[in-house]
Structure formats: C-alpha cells, structure tokens
C-alpha cells in the first residue's frame, strides 16, 4: 500500500515513530496506522485498549501536543490511527527538527533548519539584525536611492537621514540595529558580513572558462557591475529608427537586469553559494541558491502571479527604487522582452539546489523575421543568404543576383554595412568585397 507526504503504515508502535509524528507536525499534519504493514494486510494487536492510553502520554510528554488516537476494526482486526494536526509553531523530538517530504522523513539541520525555524516564526532573513553599524553604510548608494525613488516614495527628502530612510524602509529593528537586507542593499562591502552575498559572471568555451569577474559591493552596485561583466560578452548591432540610432544587443539588457534583479532578491542568503551567471557561444545561465515557494511553480512564472520574495524587505526597496515595475511580474516580463527581439523564450527551472534562468540567442540573426524587422528588402535578404554560403559578395555579384542598377546595389549594401550586419574590405571599385560582420568576444 502506498505512503504519501501524511500517511505512513506500520505492523507495531516503537517509540521511534514520534520522529514521524513530530516530522507530521512540522509540515502539514498526517496519520500514522498502525498495525497495517506495507501491503496493506491488517495485522492487528491484542492490547488496543493500552496503546489507546499510552501513545497519547508519549506524545504529550516528547512533542507537547495532543494527537487523535482511535481503535476500529480492519478486516476483523484491530487498528490504531494516529494522527497529528499541523502546528504554527516547530515542534521538536529529543531536541531535533524533523520534516516530511514525500513519504521520507528527515532531520533538519544547517541552513535547511535555520530556513525552517524563520519560516515557523514569520520572519524572514533579510528582517534579522546584523552586525553591521552606521559607519558601514554608503552614502553614495543611499543618496543614489534617494534619487531613483522619489516618483514612489513622495515623502523622501533630500535632507533624510540615513537612520530615518531606514527605519521608513524598516531596514532597522526596534533597537535600531541594521537588518540583514539593510547592509546588503546599502553597505560599503556588505562581503565583510556576508562573504557569500555576490555574483560571479563567467564567459565559457563549452565547459572551458575564458574570463571570470566577481561582481560584490551592495546590491544596487552588484547588479550594474554584473551587468557591464555581461555586455562585454556579447554582440551589438544597431538599426536606425525614426532618424535615431537603437543598439540591438544579443538579448535584452532589460531582461538581463531584470533576471539579476530577480536572482539577488530571491536567493538564499543562508546558503554559502553564491549567485552565477554562465554566458555560452548559444546561452546565458542565471542561477541563485534557493527554492521555489510552495505556492509557486515553474509554469506559474510565465505569467504574473501572486509573488513570495524570499527577501521582501530586499524587494520592496528595489521596487520603491523604480527597479521592478510590480511584484510577480519579473518573470513575465523577461519572456516578454526576449519574445520582442524574436528570441526563443527562456526557461526557468528548478536545478542544482536553486533556480536556473536560461536566455537562448538567436544563433541566426539572419532569420527573415528579424531582418523584415531591421527595414530590409527581400534584395538585401538574398544576398546575406548568398554570403552565407559563398563567404562573400561584390557590387556586381550583388547587382546580378538581385537584378538591379550599380547604384542600387552599392545603396543597399551601404545600409548593412551601417547597421553593422557587413564589413566592407578592399578599395573602391571591383576591389571591394563586403562579408558578414565578425564580433570580438573577449
């Protein structure tokens, strides 16, 4: 017979079992049967009348609750159900925290426990004190906030004090020490405290690494850091657009801050792994330690939901900076920016202990959508197809594949070569050859 997340069978009662009754408890309550083995043969016992007088002592005195013990009939036999309510509260057992998942029961130990006792508390880690002071705080940064949220926050003045603008971010406790989200979001080198709270970009040839960049100081400063790491990484192109200049870069800047963004307020600050961000010829890998919220899964991220931040005193600041547009919407918006430049959508999943991210570049820019939509001609797209194949193109190959004048063929060949989709190399005249643009990647 099968065991779930609330249910477990055993043939006899042994004092061992308060460990599952306590791991019940601390999850979403259960039953444990007894005298029913794993196949669900009712055994049954003799002495019903005793165990419905001893278990309920047992657990009292170990788990400081009151269970539900009752005796029925199972096939002729006797059986005894136990069952436990979930609580608000940790229940021990000997002094250890025990939690289900599945039909496994686990103690509870490290950052695992730490997570759980902050979870049973209501309180979150970003809302705990630190031992940071008032001397560890940047200026800069905190008048940087000043400046991005006044649209939001009408009643931050310039002359605030940093204890004031704190306190009204409730970044402070009530005896006035520094939170933990409070000396990441504007500490000097917040890695003094927390050597874990940074992102680490790296540029990799298969599974070779060619640069590393450690991106650390606050977070406001950490996120633009990570992501000039980033851009030095990829490819830029331009279109013109009502007269003016738009740089096309492999995938959205947007997107990439908005899933940095997301990876430093969703991360488990517990944990002692840093954030990573992996950038492939094809791919860029985001990745945060930390877990999914129960209420959430990965398909709810592709559309806005109800948000969970695991540090909400970290997210609300950024939002009252302007830096998210509302809570739930990050991921949302990331597939949709990435849709706007005709990326294939990104994935999200849950993977090596944390959340992954993944953007896919458009390998081919030379996908016809995406040249329609740079403004050019099934002419132009000919001839890219033609250099594809051939490595090359002149003026008069140019003129003989697409049919048309010298002067319309030097005219479209000039525009890709402006919006950088084509070198010119050679000197005027039949000397000059025009290939696809070539991109350093550093």
């Known amino acids: 017979m099968a065991e779930f997340q609330n249910i477990e069978f055993k043939s006899e009662w042994r004092d061992e079992y308060l460990k599952t009754l306590c791991a019940f408890v601390n999850t979403k309550g259960g039953e444990l049967i007894v005298w029913i083995d794993d196949k669900g043969n009712a055994i049954g016992v003799k002495n019903a009348k005793k165990l419905l007088e001893d278990v309920p002592n047992k657990i009292k005195n170990k788990l400081g609750i009151t269970p539900s013990v009752i005796s029925k009939i199972e096939r002729g036999k006797d059986i005894v159900i ?252 990331i597939i949709d920016l990435c849709r706007e430049q005709n990326l294939r959508e990104p994935e999200f999943k849950e993977e090596h202990g944390g959340i992954g991210v993944w953007f896919y570049k458009n390998t081919d820019i030379y996908v016809k959508k995406n040249l329609i939509k740079l403004g050019l001609n099934e002419r132009q797209y000919k001839a890219l197809i033609y250099i594809k194949e051939n490595g090359n193109i002149t003026n008069s190959e140019y003129m003989n594949l697409a049919n048309v004048s010298r002067q319309t063929a030097t005219r479209d060949l000039d525009l890709l070569v402006k919006l950088n989709i084509l070198e010119k190399k050679g000197i005027t005249g039949r000397g000059t050859e025009y290939f696809l643009t070539t991109h350093n990647d550093s």
């Open 82 to 333: 136990i069952e436990v309510p979930a609580t608000s509260l940790p229940v021990s057992c000997d002094g250890k925290y025990f939690q289900r998942s599945g039909s496994i029961t686990s103690e509870l130990n490290g950052n695992e426990l730490a997570n759980f006792l902050l979870l049973k508390y209501e309180k979150t880690w970003d809302s705990l004190a630190s031992e940071a002071n008032f001397n560890d705080i940047d200026m800069d940064t905190v008048n940087l906030f000043k400046n991005l949220a006044k649209e939001r926050v009408s009643s931050l003045s310039d002359e605030d004090s940093i204890e004031k603008i704190l306190y009204n971010l409730k970044l402070l406790t009530k005896d006035k020490k520094i939170t933990n989200a409070g000396i990441l979001l504007f500490g000097k080198n917040p890695q003094d405290f927390y050597i874990s709270a940074k992102t680490r970009v790296g540029r990799f040839k298969d599974s070779n690494i060619l640069d590393t960049v450690i991106s650390e100081g606050n977070l406001f400063n950490q996120v633009e850091k990570a992501v000039e790491a980033i851009k030095k990484h990829l490819n830029v192109r331009f279109q013109i657009k009502e007269l003016a200049r738009q740089d096309i870069w492999d995938y959205p800047l947007d997107a990439i801050r908005e899933a940095l963004i997301n990876a430093v307020i969703h991360k488990d600050y517990s944990s002692a792994a840093e954030i990573q961000v992996k950038i492939y010829d094809d791919s860029i890998w985001f990745w945060n330690p930390g877990s999914l919220p129960e209420q959430l899964n990965i398909e709810d991220l592709k559309k806005e939901h109800s948000s969970y931040p695991k540090n909400p005193l970290i997210a609300n600041t950024f939002y009252l900076a302007g830096l998210i547009e509302h809570w739930g919407s990050g991921t949302k918006r």
